[in-house]
């Protein structure tokens, strides 16, 4: 996995630094033929955008995207399709008191100690705002998978130690999610947790919590054994994002104080038309019948619902006093201001969605190379 | 990521099946002159052999690894390094009865949704002992991460749901774990879990489990922002082995109900020489008051122990009978006989070390592209 | 190789279509600490801009490039260069006509042949005008390169027919190339053959031309067999020019009719420092005798100059009548309008030079993993 | 390109020293379900052994290949196919005296300026005998080839400066290349050309030739572009072997010195079945009314044969005496012993045909991701 570039023949191209002229991706490898406007992607980054209320950072942008190549006629022309958007509110001052110092539980150090030099305004590359450009390639692998009648939904399963119901548990409104900034699926819930997310940053703290992703109607056999699995893959994914700390699939940690009578997953005859995709000759359809796997099976997609939770730590941009670093190696304290999140999650929620959409755009068309019925191959006599 | 083909500059391709001719792996893009032989290979992969007691199986194989490249007068080449394992327990009758059966928890069925054709004995690719090729060419890497001074240390945390004492924790026994078969850093906890596992086993069931990792000595500044982040890529090592569930960094989980106040480490002046690797010039040397990160700041590492827990589910193999689905879409029972393991983490201890020193090894060489200072650039007057 | 990638650490992701919103690139893995400014980027790409006279196209663009990314107070910072250039003299209108039309030459046919659609307009993304990308991206390379002190020089050595003398032969001057429009190393040539390429202009007609390329400066070493040689690497580079037909090294075909004892270079003892780069303990200096080789041997150069000349076919849009197939399959004459080179040959000068600098710049990069006195590695005791 | 590594989806990862344990390689990503076999595997290899008579070595080795994974019950598994030969005629006494030489016109010195350090034995892994593992690969991407009418057919178009006819010339016969051992398509031509071959071994020197090659039955439409394009890949795929010093595709260097009304090929409306894959819909059928391009347009396959033409320089092992430096930086007369080919150009004809292959193989897979048409899309409502 390059550094700047993501995915194997779906690929993106991330660049961009918080304060500088432009953020933006170059998608490479999407098939020509796709339908996809300036809407679609606008409607995508405005999901993303900080300045809706909540626990978001009240720097506002209007984040205007520009689509410089690969789309003619409302259609993907299969070459790259390069899109920016301009860094308008960079109000770089904020972040001069910033330059020596090493801000606790952000990457100026270790960014330092890589290459020996970084843009310092606004966290530079490592700010979250570089998500914007996942955000945007993903609207693209999105207008990809709704061909295939993919579905990906995420939401903030927990936030400030207060969690939301799981799927199956009474209380679940995944629609809710959508109605409320904290992108939680239970209205309660959301109202607790903004509560207790308002009594932090009057304190002058933070909160991490978790993101939760469900993806519905992904055909089986998408995932490459045995290192680009599809977990692995994804895996990978969300690790890339910044605040991100953990992820399990499935029934994941809990899995692991379990006994296999419990996790394993019964195959079970599939209902009529349960497997969306054509299966090879030969190859019966099946269900399961519990979904402890999370969707994937020796790394490979079963045709269940993909689950999977990802853990963010507490926002390290906090109001309180720190001691931290300066670079003469002597002790400062710190008091951060500016414009940051209480806690990340209602943002990282489509940006997981994003970073899904690209492995799985990626894994779709790869699956294509695995068998000859998905091939022209004809058999020599 | 490619399927069978690991990392971007140190790189490995692992093939074999489980009840095929042989396992092996070729490592490309180790630099020449690393010293290696045959006999520390063959200690690597006789921490991962079955055999030893405990919960394993007991299907006992030399393994007897042959170095057929790469290597000449014990030092490498700089050329491919191809390592043959020798599959010589083959006992393929074994699983005949489950050449048209699709056990739960297997990849039985994905695999052929995904390729419409397998080899069903032993599991052929999709088995455990795949992971022989990651500890031939984890091998590797280690000799190669030996002249850093890094040392990669992991262990069995949990299993069968009793839990050893953390590192820092009272009890907590690194060598402890070297000395039962558990390898659990912790005598009575480990005497708890076999005994747990050995009552699972007697009931025909399984347990999953957790191994933990701790690498020192690793220098600052590894790490390929913003997709190839040494946490991303450890997240998809570890994803890719088969049982695993999840993942989880430094407090990981914990992080995400936690405040950022407490979360923050805390940049702290360094003790004299406390960061081995040569810094950037005009960047100071620091340490950290605590490690919640893990040892890893926006992707990059930061000089303190690089730390993360692996979840493991149980073993999907249990005697116990089982319903599932056969070829024809009929319901069957199946009670799985052979030889399996009843907890997956001990033989996974090996495992996970070879795969944190394949991602390690190759961001060691890729950092080398990182900045001027260590490269022999000149500046032009 | 990636359709629009190109490189493995120091990579360049190409996008633009003619006639869209813009063209331009994004190198990843440059080191940070290079210094790099708007004005070498402009300096090399008014080297490429047509309208200086001569053979080329009287489109005249201003091709004002914008850094969106990756440099910071004059220095690249290890991060993601974004470069743009507006497309602004788009005149899309001349092109309509060939809309459903399939150029004698082009490859209007073969792209919908595969992308089942295209931009027409100006060639879309097969338009020559996406070398601008390669030359944006080269001027970076060679930001990097001149740390090293490599020098690449290409050049016309021949156009219409007419050559010019090559090194070492009587009248070659390589200055002359920077004089003429031709870039032809002789004032004469370069007069002839211009003279030629008017008639042909006059009369419809187009001619080709060989275009040859050396790289003084150059440490040896580098080059990664046994697929990534160095010349493997440039023939591929050269080949993805639109035009280029055929490549040769050294000697090239003339050494497939010669023997054995004419063609082998004598190595000799190094002139006094003759050998730029340090060598590896126990690796004595040495120069050659001669050049036939053209400075790589074994797909790793050998610290003589790197020399190769890349064959061009005439241009092909011509303004003689043509016949050629439409849309609907009937068969159509064709007269081509609109601006276009006679010659490809002066302006594919920059382009040679820019993909070289391209393939130099990771393999350099590359080369540092070779061997362990390049790296930080001790041996342990 | 990586080092070892060949392609992107389609790879091969080669190993092996000339005369360590074993030479071999590793193919992943070839679609399960190719009907392969160790007969059809041995038939290739025996194409490439020396030892037929004629220019080549008389070093004779069984090279009796073993498929180490990845094929089952006479099929492709999907999963890597692993393929091994002993090296067992190893006289490394040869090549003992040569241990602190450099050999003119051989790879000895560039590869310890590189890697500080070499297996000296027969060139180790310099030797031509790595093309044994290309061989091989190449192998498994005929059989895959195969099924889609593809063919690809090699000759010697020239040695020591006897050429024969070119296609289309008088006399030109391919089927006589099968039946001389120079593996040139005229029989009075190779009689020429053996006989001059003699005077050269006899006289202690050695010959260059060209090595030409045909697809047919290519489908329109492969080729990545702007950097992978199918004659960019070629051009890797040939100048990556050892003699290689040059390529040309169609006219090639011809074309170079000719006029655009000249070398465009005139689209025609195709002859019935003329395009053999099936065409995206809106996209007709056409032929071309000559072939100077070499069957590939902008980078992409154009329907019509490919053709290209490769240059070799002379074997540089020559039994003439010939000055040299050693480790030590002396001057040194060296007189090459041992058995060594005359004209690399026989038995370079399979492995450019391997090579092909591979090339081709790789983009045919690659290219089903490149619209909607090929996979299994549908628009949404």
Redesign the interface.
Known sequence: ??????G????V?????SH?????C?I??C?????FSLESLRGELARRRPGGGGPATTRAEADEP?????V?EG?T??????I?VRNTSARSADYEELKDL?R????D???????????HRGG???SGR?TLCRVAAGAVARA?L????VSIRAWTQ?A??IAAPVPGEAGFDPDEAARNPLRMPHAGAAARALAELEK?RAS???????VSCSVTGLP??????????L??????????L?A??????????V????????????????ANGSTA??????????GYGSN???G????????MPLEFTV????????S?G????D?????RELAIRGRHDVCVCPRAVPVVEAMTALVLADL?????????????????D
């Open positions: 996995m390059a550094g700047n570039i993501f194997t023949i779906f690929t191209t991330s660049f961009g630094e500088g002229p432009a953020m933006g170059v490479c490898g098939p020509a033929g796709v339908p520009e689509i410089l190549s690969g003619f259609r022309l299969g070459t790259p399709i390069a920016i090493y606790p539980g952000h990457a150090w270790t960014w330092e100690a890589k290459y020996g030099f970084r843009d530079g590359r490592s570089e990809l709704a061909g295939y009648g927990a400030a130690g932090l002058g703290d933070s909160a991490g919590g978790t089986p056999g998408l995932g490459e054994p045995v290192f680009g699995k977990d692995a893959l994804l895996a990978a994914a969300m690790l890339s910044g991100a700390k953990g992820v399990e699939f499935g029934a994941g940690f899995a692991a104080s379990s006994r296999g009578s419990v996790q394993n997953d019964r195959p079970v005859p599939a995709a054509p299966l090879p000759p030969g190859v019966p359809a099946l402890n796997a999370g994937v099976l020796g790394g490979i997609s079963n045709g853990a963010f730590k507490p926002v390290p941009s906090i309180t720190q001691q931290t670093v670079r003469s190696g002597n002790v779709l068309l790869r699956n294509r190379a695995s068998r000859l019925d998905c091939l022209d191959w004809k058999a020599r």
